[in-house]
């Protein structure tokens, strides 16, 4: 009768998985949403800025996440071009994110804040660097976690709409 200790197992384990499977599982109220990929495009007098091949463009770009825990905390971004063929920094996360207000104990607010060095090519022998500063506001619940506001050099440059994607635009 030992040939029946293993099926013994077996119908005592379906019961224990089963239970452990409808523990683990989750209720679609209890997904939080996240929304804070954020699409850069820069635009000066008609020039695509960040298309390195147009003369005048930016050669190089760096970010660097100000917020860091030392001087240098480099954010990594992915360059991307649409379907129109314009060039744009899609950053999803890396900076770090600093709590702003928790007063309300569902909502709270976080901010990160990056800067964004840029050089060009002004001669064959010069080139020019320059920084600016993009600022980026969460809205973090159990619900939500989405880009609310950008600031790009202190200049409120974008505010969520429900539904639509995260496009930052700049003309300088």
Not at 96 to 108: G, P, V
Request: proline share 3%.
């Amino acid at each position: 009768m030992n040939y029946l200790c293993p099926m013994k197992n077996f119908f005592f384990a379906i019961p224990v998985i089963l239970a452990a499977m409808i523990s683990c599982r989750n209720d679609d109220n209890s997904i939080q949403v996240i929304d804070q990929v954020v699409n850069l495009y820069i635009d000066s007098a008609g020039i695509d800025m960040l298309n390195s091949k147009i003369g005048g463009s930016y050669q190089s770009i760096k970010m660097n996440d100000v917020n860091g825990i030392t001087d240098t905390a480099p954010v990594s971004f992915t360059p991307k071009f649409d379907k129109d063929s314009l060039h744009y920094i899609e950053y999803i996360a890396g900076a770090r994110r600093i709590l702003i207000d928790s007063s309300d104990a569902n909502e709270k607010i976080y901010e990160s804040k990056i800067s964004l060095i840029f050089t060009t090519k002004v001669n064959d022998s010069v080139t020019s660097t320059f920084s600016d500063t993009l600022k980026l506001s969460y809205l973090s619940s159990p619900e939500i976690f989405r880009l609310e506001k950008a600031w790009y050099n202190n200049q409120l440059v974008f505010t969520k709409e429900n539904g639509k994607p995260n496009i930052i635009k700049i003309a300088k």
